[in-house]
């Protein structure tokens, strides 16, 4: 009786990929727990509680009590020291900063978020930018008001809009960027924003509480849209692939971002603590003066302390914000090089 003849078997061969490679299998994508994103939600949310009570805190000490007062108006009084020459750099700084500007950031940020095909970043970046400034205005002018403590006018400023507009706009591009681009716009966005800060110092526009009030305001609605991108408000699933260019951007081991990352975050660290420092001791000394207005050496005093103090709060901001950003699509940003 004659054998059954087998099927022949075909060996099993690897889907060919769009490159027509074979044998290529892609790793599954490594998904967050659900612990992990109640994790980052909740830092982000904490960062930006603390922003909040930051600037209850600024405003109390410095705009509700009389010696709080009288440091934040020496380091005003100290500004017209070397002005003249200080003000031809700080003036085009400040000429800068505008409606336009904020409307130009708009539209920059949506281009950007258009090339790299993320709708969804392009809607947090707009709100963060209209949230901070228009925080920043509904403070100003209804909310927080300036007694009358015998230093200064008794009218409200902080916070600082033009801090608050400078520094969104550092906020939202980084939000918006390739994670290559990233410690860049951190390291540059808090330059930005502590150089527009400082300027104001400078000409005499805004003490150094209304310029860190600002500051704060944009650390608290950026750390709330890092919240919701840690959501997966714009998950990699979410998204279609980048157009070419960005594809060039992203083409770096992950290894490389993440080490660009840690130097931004290791500069702004200590430029958080290098300046901070100073800008303590200078205004504690202010501070236990028995007239902080009244000698050339008290003003200048308070005006290297309140414009150290403002470095310090611009380069801790970006970085918290350089931190959160990369923690709240760290899933994504493993799933591929553009997230």
Not at 18 to 47: F, I, K, N
Not at 126 to 134: E, S
Not at 262 to 286: I, Y
Request: charged residues 15%; proline residues 6%.
């Amino acid at each position: 009786m004659p054998r059954p003849t087998s099927a022949p078997v075909t060996p099993w061969r690897a889907p060919e990929g769009a490159d027509g490679s074979r044998g290529r299998v892609a790793p599954p994508a490594r998904w967050r727990t659900p612990a992990s994103t109640v994790r980052r939600v909740v830092v982000a949310l904490v960062v930006a509680l603390v922003a909040v009570v930051g600037v209850g805190v600024t405003w109390r000490v410095f705009v509700g009590t009389a010696q709080g007062q009288a440091v934040d108006q020496a380091s005003l009084d100290g500004a017209h020291i070397g002005q003249n020459r200080l003000w031809e750099v700080a003036e085009p700084v400040l000429d800068v900063v505008s409606v336009g500007f904020i409307a130009a950031a708009v539209v920059a940020c949506a281009v950007i978020a258009f090339a790299r095909r993320r709708w969804g970043l392009a809607l947090v970046a707009a709100g963060v930018l209209a949230g901070a400034n228009v925080t920043t205005r509904v403070l100003k002018h209804w909310v927080l008001d300036r007694p009358d403590l015998g230093y200064g006018p008794d009218f409200n400023t902080l916070p600082s809009g033009h801090t608050t507009a400078a520094a969104s706009v550092a906020a939202a591009v980084l939000l918006v960027v390739p994670p290559r681009v990233r410690p860049w716009a951190a390291v540059l966005g808090g330059a930005y924003a502590g150089a527009t800060g400082v300027s104001t110092l400078v000409g005499q526009w805004h003490r150094p509480s209304d310029v860190v009030a600002g500051l704060l305001v944009v650390l608290a609605w950026g750390a709330l849209a890092c919240a919701v991108l840690a959501l997966g408000v714009d998950t990699a699933d979410d998204r279609r692939p980048p157009t070419a260019a960005v594809r060039a951007v992203g083409r770096r081991p992950g290894a490389g971002r993440d080490a660009g990352t840690a130097v931004a975050v290791w500069l702004l660290a200590a430029v958080t603590v290098l300046a901070g420092t100073a800008a303590v001791v200078a205004l504690r000394r202010t501070w236990l003066s028995d007239d902080p207005v009244g000698s050339t050496a008290a003003l200048l005093t308070s005006y290297g302390g309140g414009a150290l103090g403002i470095v310090a709060v611009a380069a801790a901001s970006s970085g918290a914000l350089l931190v959160l950003r990369r923690s709240a699509t760290s899933g994504a940003d493993r799933v591929g090089p553009t997230s």
